[in-house]
C-alpha cells in the first residue's frame, strides 16, 4: 500500500511538474502564428490605453474593454478561445512571448514617434 501511494505520488508530482516545462506543452488545434499574436496584441494594448485615458468608471471601463476586444478579435478573424489558448501556449514558451513583445514595444515605439513627427509638423 505504501509501495502504491508512493507511485501515484511521484507519478502525479512528474505529471505536474511537466506541465510548466515548453517542451512537453502541446500546440493547441488552432494555434495562432508569432505574427498574427503580435498584431493582435498590438490592436489590444492600444485599445486598453485608449480606455485607460478616458473617465470611465471601472466596470464601465472594463465592459467597454470587453466589448471592444471581442471586436478586435473578430477584425482579425480570430475566436476568443484560439486566442486565449495561443496566448497559454507562448506563455509557457517564455522566450516566444519574450520576443513577441520585443516586437511588439519596437512597433509601438514607432508608432509613438511617427504621431510625435505628425504633431509637431501640424504645430508650426
Known amino acids: 500500500m505504501k509501495t502504491l501511494l508512493s507511485c501515484a505520488l ?13 517542451e512537453l506543452a502541446v500546440p493547441p488545434a488552432e494555434l495562432l502564428s508569432k505574427e ?3 498584431g493582435i496584441l498590438i490592436d489590444l494594448h492600444i485599445l486598453e490605453a ?7 468608471s471601472t466596470d464601465s471601463a472594463r465592459a467597454l474593454y470587453n466589448e ?11 475566436t ?3 486566442f486565449q489558448q495561443s496566448y497559454r501556449y507562448y506563455a ?10 520585443g516586437e511588439i514595444i519596437d ?18
Open 10 to 22: 511521484l507519478s502525479l508530482s512528474l505529471l505536474l511538474g511537466s506541465c510548466d516545462r515548453p
Open 36 to 38: 498574427q499574436m503580435r
Open 50 to 56: 485608449r480606455i485607460e485615458s478616458g473617465r470611465l
Open 68 to 78: 471592444q476586444q471581442r471586436l478586435v478579435l473578430q477584425q482579425h478573424q480570430v
Open 80 to 82: 476568443d478561445s484560439a
Open 92 to 101: 509557457i514558451h517564455d522566450k516566444d512571448l519574450d520576443k513577441i513583445y
Open 107 to 124: 512597433s509601438l515605439a514607432a508608432r509613438e514617434k511617427k504621431l510625435e513627427e505628425v504633431n509637431s509638423k501640424s504645430a508650426k
